[in-house]
């Protein structure tokens, strides 16, 4: 059974064109986490929320911003995506000092 | 800055071989460790955790932690091409909900 579930699976959207990615989980973990990962690197926090308690990376770009509305939710928006933005984004959750459960991930593309 | 290292390979093993993966962590507080396998186009999967220093074996996979120098390391017994992949280390700090990531060794494995 998926427990952390991201939709949708790939992302097609075009330079300049909002996207919104989703992020669902059924283990109730307070942390929620996403990551942009770009090929043969290691996956890049770009925030995390600790219940609605929003982090953010100092390096993430304005251009990404998130929103937890709930427990079980957490979306990532990319308000004006460029050509760089292309990349997997992966979503993560971990309860307290537990290790961090992926989702499948999002491959967004940009036209 | 807390830093995880990692040799980026590609280390070859040939089939039913020994793999011997290798990480170093900078932060001395950091508390808990982690080993993500990954396969290409995938998100990261979770092997093992160690939290201790010594060994933990999960069937073919053993987790080895030395606190003192600053190591972890990740024992792959009897390698089959299916473990042909990209090993993420992770480091947490006990307490703190960000986890640091190694870059990844890509393991090939040759039937």
């Known amino acids: 059974d998926a427990m952390v579930i991201q939709n949708p699976r790939y992302q097609v959207t075009q330079f300049g064109k909002p996207v919104t990615l989703s992020c669902s989980q059924t283990?109730?973990?307070?942390?929620m986490y996403w990551y942009q990962q770009k090929s043969s690197q290691a996956p890049k926090l770009l925030f995390h929320?600790?219940?609605?308690?929003?982090?953010n990376e100092a390096d993430t770009p304005d251009n990404f911003q998130s929103r937890r509305p709930n427990t079980s939710f957490c979306f990532l928006d990319i308000r004006s995506p460029g050509l760089g933005d292309a990349a997997m984004y992966l979503c993560?959750?971990?309860?307290?000092?537990?290790?961090?459960?992926f989702g499948d991930g999002t491959r967004l593309s940009i036209l | 800055q807390k830093e995880v290292e990692q040799n980026s390979g590609p280390l070859s093993v040939p089939e039913g071989a020994i793999a011997s993966l290798n990480c170093t962590y900078s932060?001395?507080?950091?508390?808990?460790f982690f080993w993500y396998r990954q396969y290409s186009g995938k998100s990261p999967e979770l092997i093992m955790s160690?939290?201790?220093?010594g060994d933990k074996e999960d069937g073919r996979f053993t987790a080895q932690l030395n606190k003192a120098s600053q190591y972890v390391s990740l024992l792959i017994r009897d390698s089959q091409p299916s473990d042909s992949a990209t090993y993420l280390c992770?480091?947490?700090?006990?307490?703190?909900?960000?986890?640091?990531f190694g870059s990844g060794t890509k393991l090939n494995v040759k039937p």
């Open positions: 993560a959750t971990s309860g307290q000092d537990q290790p961090q459960h």
């Open positions: 283990l109730n973990h307070n942390v």
């Open positions: 929320y600790y219940d609605k308690d929003f982090n």
């Open positions: 932060d001395r507080v950091s508390q808990s």
């Open positions: 160690i939290y201790s220093n």
């Open positions: 992770a480091v947490k700090t006990l307490g703190f909900n960000k986890f640091y």
